[in-house]
């Protein structure tokens, strides 16, 4: 039997805003991809193909207690580190860098699920370890050595802004369950020379070139600069009511790298200007601001934890993508979720909505 209560609780404002997004991104992978050469599928089918599917699998996750997630959280784990290494064994390489695990029907991409893994990992081991003072760096041991594993694994891939998501939201669960400022104080102290030994030891060549051309793009205008320049004329040249659909320059005479992809939301500024921008963070912003809510109005602590975890996944990859494609930030190769093409990013963020629609709708329970 199912629980009506389940049925009268189901959070339509969530997947409404959601599907909204999902929408106006498919409607842009068509302007983005309207000037390619298409052999097979197009680009906006496939997407709307795996919008279907991610809908389905939003149902099915959210159809579950969340708290059964608790307890397969080391195996899930446990598996998607074996996933990461057969990426560096056996993986398909793409632009230079090893990322996807070849499947014969469709590719995966191990490190987009690991998000959604790491939220599930760490939300058990902070449901089970209380502190009342804040997390000391003692406390913090275990979970940064899980941190850790992973995050080295898809670095070597190399894939630096995925890695810097999963630590980012990482951290941000930790901040929700409470830091000691001793352990910030002690994380910045530490942090400095971690970045200079990083740089001089851990970055590749063409990753230290993108923070260079973050900091000056013109020293290599028609090189490793030329991204971000053209992203920022795009941008720029919208204007405030935009250029009007698939009528973008950037786009359609093809300045644009990487346009229904990492580069999506410049496609969009320039043909929809800043009243279509504008819209586009209005409805990031809700269903962050509503994500929190579910936190907030959730009665138990794992599931508090989750719906931080996945709004904190939501909150960091808009803004890491905005902030990139409009100069803000080095480019790190982060989509724009629900908006930009790829059936991965489009899997894990709907794993995240369903999660968050098992917790919306369980509130009445614990």
Not at 244 to 260: A, D, N
Request: glycine share 10%.
């Amino acid at each position: 039997m199912i629980d009506r209560r389940l049925v009268t609780n189901f959070d339509w404002t969530l997947v409404g805003l959601a599907v909204s997004i999902c929408l106006l991104g498919i409607i842009n992978i068509y302007s983005a991809s309207y000037s390619y050469r298409m052999v097979g599928v197009p680009f906006y089918i496939k997407q709307l193909n795996w919008l279907s599917f991610g809908l389905l699998l939003s149902l099915l996750v959210a159809s579950i207690d969340y708290h059964i997630l608790e307890d397969f959280s080391y195996w899930l784990y446990g598996f998607l580190i074996l996933l990461l290494v057969a990426v560096l064994l056996v993986g398909r390489t793409s632009l230079g860098a090893t990322r996807w695990l070849n499947l014969g029907v469709f590719s995966i991409q191990p490190s987009e699920l690991m998000k959604i893994v790491i939220i599930i990992t760490f939300a058990r081991f902070f449901n089970n370890y209380h502190v009342h003072d804040g997390l000391s760096v003692r406390d913090l041991a275990f979970p940064l050595l899980l941190l850790a594993v992973p995050a080295a694994l898809i670095m070597k891939q190399p894939d630096l802004g995925t890695a810097i998501l999963v630590i980012l939201i990482a951290l941000s669960m930790a901040f929700f369950v409470g830091l000691r400022w001793s352990t910030i104080a002690t994380f910045v102290l530490v942090t400095i020379p971690l970045v200079w030994v990083g740089w001089a030891h851990l970055l590749k060549p063409y990753q230290k070139s993108r923070v260079l051309n973050f900091i000056d793009p013109e020293r290599a205008r028609l090189g490793s600069g030329y991204h971000i320049i053209q992203s920022k004329i795009a941008v720029g040249s919208g204007g405030f009511w935009g250029k009007g659909y698939i009528k973008g320059t950037q786009s359609q005479l093809r300045f644009l790298p990487e346009q229904h992809t990492d580069f999506a939301f410049s496609v969009f500024a320039e043909e929809w200007g800043f009243i279509g921008v504008l819209v586009l963070i209005a409805l990031y912003f809700s269903l962050v601001v509503w994500g929190l809510g579910i936190a907030r109005r959730c009665n138990d602590r794992l599931g508090g934890l989750l719906a931080v975890g996945v709004t904190a996944m939501l909150f960091w990859h808009t803004i890491i993508n905005i902030g990139m494609v409009i100069g803000l930030f080095p480019v790190v190769g982060v989509p724009l979720p629900f908006f930009s093409y790829g059936g991965t990013s489009m899997i894990t963020s709907m794993v995240g909505i369903g999660i968050l629609q098992s917790i919306s709708m369980r509130r009445f329970m614990f």
